[in-house]
């Protein structure tokens, strides 16, 4: 006789069943076992001898359990192909443990795995299991939150985030002494709208004023909405999948009730992700706006001529690092580079590079996750030796996330380098003309 | 013409046909039950359709197995693709085997056929257990490994030995062993993570779509 379940294992087992996609199914099912992913995960790497952070191993905690439900054998033999149910709490803690603890969902087993099973997609759907049952983590149980109630992950409220604009604004305009430098908010049919990460607006508006710089002097058409501009997805970590559609609905809505002609987003991997291909999805709508990364939009801008750079003014060796969600999920990986050759002198390459990246560590939610710094820490080691290796004094990366990941490596490991986004040192070079641009046709 | 009795006349012929019918039954229903579940689809229209696309993207997937250069293990580790190569070409090749000794004995005919396959099979079963070998004494291998994962080695070894053995076509008790085994293979590995093979196209058609019509397949540089 099977034993007695916990109500919110109970509740985890059904919805699971409401949760599966074929994709997943498959994923569930292809695993050979073969154990080729092992060293391609950087936690294994980091932890070696711990079987437990292969994701062979991680993918099987989840995987049990489908075997346990929905597979033949593993409903009639369980103990035979490794199936077991849970019972308890305490297992959902386990569970919690592995699935928030030890992945960051980078995806780098899923390119490396001859089968083509994809953990990261069932262990995001794991997570929105347990957040379904309130197992969350604290760290993002609180953003979660702050994102349902107030549409942005820092709680910002509209006067804060208002008023910071506006004094940017004022900044930049006594900086250029420029009157008509505009950081505009609610421009009817602008040709952008610029969607930013809340850490932007308050942590560190200098990539924001940046981003305005560059706007300006491009002599674009643009503004940036008062609601709906946080482009990052709390809900694309926890695998809540409500929150996860209701956030860049919020951006959508945004974009048709301005009339804006392209949403371009500040440097954010899993915001990029989200926006530009998850959150329709999610969200079940089509949306007809075109949505680009601001890299894009600088390399546009640079290569039509609409602003002049001096590539010497960034004259350090710098290396990039790909952002796990743009290299892996997006494939914006040839823009960003043909970005740096024409803003800098030396620039490197990491190894190994693009969609082959080592994770930066600090993604899937894990820098709101501090009980597992210490696990998270560790499993950058091998990060750590890939920026060394490069000689490189900055480190360019295109996503905040990584931004904050690779601080953590660079401090934690005590390397001579400094982290950067393209949009900085797009703004170091820029050469900034003589008269005021002019705004191009609306 | 090579002489059977009657068991092994059934268990060429019959045994076989119903082993067969019995997976391929269970294989329908295993496909039917996975397309039950609803597919997720990109809304957006893809990221470079000039470069690439879902198509693509699968086609490109879907013939990784081809392209071990694709995958950073297997440039790392070309013994151990060779020996993946080896082992899947003997099962394939055995298989194969199992329908032209009854139904086509002339392509086994010659003597330069049978030793290729002979060599081949005792080939894959060194590689069947080298692999049992690491499966056992890998710390990583073993915590991933269940009952059926050793089994189903165990069951291939012996089968690609009788596989040798029965490859001249002469010879009843290799016959004998080997038709049963492969009929026992053919029920047993619906129920097995050996139908890995019945997934491994639906799982890498998903992905490479996905990443196909996102810009991400094929792969660019390293």
Known sequence: ?442 | MVSTSPLLHFAENDLQLIALSFMSILYALKIRWVLRFPASTDRQPPANPSLTDGARGARYSLLAVAMPWTIGSNRRHPLLYAQFVIFHLAVALSIAMSFAIPYAPRWIAGSMVVVALQVLFVAAAAVGIVRLIRRTADPYLRAISSPDDYFALIMLIFWFLFAALAAPNHGETCRLIYFLLTAFFLVYVPFSKISHYLYYPLARWYLGRTLGHRGVYPLKGA
């Open chain 1, 1 to 442: 006789m099977a034993s007695p379940r916990s109500y919110k294992a109970q509740k985890l087992i059904e919805r699971m069943q409401q949760k599966l996609t074929r994709q997943m199914v498959v994923s569930l099912s292809a695993c050979a076992h073969c154990g080729i992913c092992n060293e391609q995960c950087h936690y294994v790497i980091s932890h070696p001898g711990d079987p437990t952070y292969t994701p062979a191993y991680k993918a099987d905690c989840i995987r049990k359990l489908f075997k346990a439900h929905l597979d033949w054998t593993g409903r009639a033999v369980p103990w035979w192909v490794g199936a077991r149910s849970v019972y308890t709490d305490a297992e959902l803690e386990q569970l919690k443990d592995v699935v928030f603890g030890k992945c960051t969902n980078c995806r780098r087993c899923s390119l490396n795995c001859p089968m083509g099973v994809d953990l990261a997609t069932f262990n995001r759907m794991a997570r929105g299991l347990l957040a379904y049952v309130g197992m969350l983590p604290e760290g993002l149980a609180h953003v979660s939150k702050d994102q349902w109630e107030t549409g942005n992950q820092m709680a910002v409220s509209p006067e804060d985030y208002l008023e910071t604009l506006e004094w940017l604004e004022e900044d930049l305009q006594s900086t250029y002494n420029d009157p008509s430098f505009r950081i505009p908010v609610d421009k009817p049919g602008a040709d952008v709208m610029y969607t930013i990460n809340p850490r932007e607006v308050k942590f560190d508006p200098r990539s924001l004023s940046q981003a305005a710089t560059i706007f300006h002097f491009a002599g674009e058409n643009w503004t940036m909405p008062s609601e709906g501009w946080d482009m990052t997805n709390f809900g694309f970590f926890t695998g809540d999948d409500d929150l996860a559609a209701a956030l860049p609905s919020r951006v959508y809505d945004a974009a048709e009730r301005l009339g804006a002609k392209k949403i371009v987003m500040t440097e954010c991997g899993h915001g990029y992700r989200s926006l530009k291909w998850e959150g329709p999805n999610w969200a079940k709508r089509t949306v007809h706006t075109p949505m680009e990364s601001i890299v894009v939009t600088m390399l546009n801008y640079v290569r039509s001529g609409r602003i002049r750079v001096d590539k010497t003014r960034n004259n350090l060796p710098i290396t990039y690092h790909d952002s796990c969600n743009l290299a892996r999920s997006c494939g914006l990986l040839e823009e960003p580079r043909e970005l740096l050759r024409l803003i800098c002198t030396d620039f490197r390459e990491m190894y190994p590079n693009r969609a082959e990246n080592y994770c930066c560590t600090g993604g899937g939610g894990a820098l709101m996750m501090p009980e597992y710094s210490s696990r998270r820490l560790q499993s950058a080691k091998v990060k750590a030796e890939q920026l060394q290796a490069t000689g490189a004094k900055i480190v360019a990366t295109s996503c905040h996330n990584c931004v904050e990941g690779l601080l953590d490596v660079i401090s934690h490991y005590q390397l001579d380098m400094e982290v950067v986004q393209l949009v900085n040192l797009t703004a170091n070079a820029l050469i900034v003309p003589e008269s005021p641009p002019r705004i191009s046709a609306q």
